[in-house]
């Protein structure tokens, strides 16, 4: 293969973006092909039983319609999903006004605040909230004792403690878009609307609030998308008044064996999932939805942090508390885990390590942590190749088929995991190989390849496809230049997309609890069955354990990304 020459007196030809090889097109109909067959066929296949089988038709869709059951799950999930989009939006413009006015370094404090939760896994944030708000929790301590009530609040088992717990989880998607807004805002117009005589509210009305509205409504949309799919935190932190459509569905497999309902309410919220999804894309584009950092810089004390005058401190005060939410859950568990009290009384009356000698004790938390491990190494190899494998089939192919590539891709990780759980587990069971690891390590292998296409594909942006052109025009192969060139290259998006995978994998709840079984189950599924009916003191030492980890993966991501060039 040779370099293009440019013959004298002829126009320059077109440079591609990148190499081409011949069998582009084919790696790129295989990764989709593989995707079809793992991911889509399997809902199609659930669904299709909802129509197609006897007696089918609309006959389950006429069944939601008349079951007020089913029609309470739906007003329940928009309901829940629409509170929880409108206390994140108003939670999420004081910290993300506050980041986008201070100094740097307090910017990024802040911003780590805010991504630590993301990073620390959604059951064990959900566990913690239930230890903090139980009866004779910390904040109905901290009430009590302050004289604000007389006697305890329930705060669990309801909708508040649905909304805290749902709130908690999907606040940083809601908090980063707004972010990246605020810094996007041409600070002249507000000092020229300040020099003109405008007032405060004004400022905030005409300028602020319209030009950072973009990053709400993204930020609405993803927090929405998520609300409406949720199954764990409603089923841990909810009652009965609160079922939503993950808890019908799940309902419908486990307690009826009724999949032609399951399929109808599948269809349902896929239907609006996917309404959602493509409403976005359309919108403000797919590199919209995963871009965790804004493109801009801070001007504390410039004109946007003046703009709100004394209201700037009450502004302080609420991204204060916002804050304290979001870390909360995350301290509170640590001097938790060391109390010798069985009661997870706080403040600790005396310290032990007892709970974590237990989890050395019990086999089944060392058989679950093995499983968890084994199942993510064999979801963190597959999804590795698939991922990059479509990254760099998607930037050689035509505009047309890499929108769809994406689509496809990206698909796992936009659909609710309930219907992706149930969907597999009707594939597997008639293969017989329903909880086995590796069933479990291709469902995740499906959830975690959209992070490392995501991560990988951003690397690729900023690989110089020169350097390919060069490297195949002096005669190295394809899979020499890969190796030496554009390997290296792209590595820190591939390590990116590892952590990812394997934050995914090893966080998985509800396809745990539908392809594995009791000799096959993961940790989170042993935490989940755990704190369902109870909470002891030993989950929320390995709570901890699970935190310390995220932890230490968050740090190693903030390092490796400030040692790149």
Known sequence: MTLPVQSRGSAPPRSPRFFR???????????????????????????????FTDGGGLSAF????????????????????????LIALVAAYPIAYLMATVHPRTAKLIGFVVLLPFWTSALVRTTAWMVLLQRNGIVNSLLTG????????????????????MVHVLLPFMVLPIYATFLSVDQRLIAAADGLGAGRLTILRRIILPLTAPGAAAGAL??????????????????????????????????????????????????????????????FGLDRLFANEPVGANEPDGPMATALGPGRWLVCLIALVVGIFLIAPIVMVFPLSISSSPFLQFPPARWTLEWYGRLGEDPKWLRAAISSLRVAAEAIAMSVVLGTAAAIAAARVSARLRAGMEILILLPMIVPTIITAIALYSQFAPLGVLGSPESLAVGHTMLAAPFVFITVSAALKG?????????????????????????????????????????????????????TNSASRTLPRVIYEGVKDDTDPTVIALAVILISISLVLFLSSLVTRNKQP
Request: charged share 10%.
């Open 21 to 51: 090889p011949a069998g582009a097109d084919l790696a790129a109909g295989m990764v989709v092909l593989l995707l079809a067959l793992v991911f889509v066929w399997p809902i199609v296949r659930l669904i299709a039983t909802t129509v």
């Open 62 to 85: 006429a069944r939601i319609a008349a079951t007020p059951m089913y029609r309470t799950a739906f007003v329940n999930t928009f309901l829940i999903s629409g509170l929880v989009t």
């Open 146 to 165: 302050t004289g604000l009530t007389d006697s305890p609040i329930p705060l669990l088992y309801n909708l508040s403690g649905v909304l805290i717990g």
């Open 222 to 283: 993803i927090v929405f998308m998520g609300a409406i799919g949720t199954f764990i935190t409603p089923v841990l932190m909810g009652g009965p008044r609160q079922m939503m459509i993950a808890q019908a569905i799940s309902y419908n497999i486990q307690k009826q064996l009724d999949w032609r309902m399951a399929g109808a309410l599948s269809l349902v919220l896929l239907a609006v999932t996917l309404a959602l999804f493509l409403l976005y894309r359309r919108l």
């Open 463 to 515: 690989f110089d496809n020169r350097l390919e052109l060069a490297a195949l025009g002096l005669g190295a192969s394809w899979g020499a230049m890969f190796r030496r060139v554009m390997l290296p290259a792209i590595l820190p998006g591939i390590i990116a997309g590892t952590v990812f995978a394997f934050i995914t994998s090893f966080d998985d709840v509800v396809l745990s609890i539908f392809l």
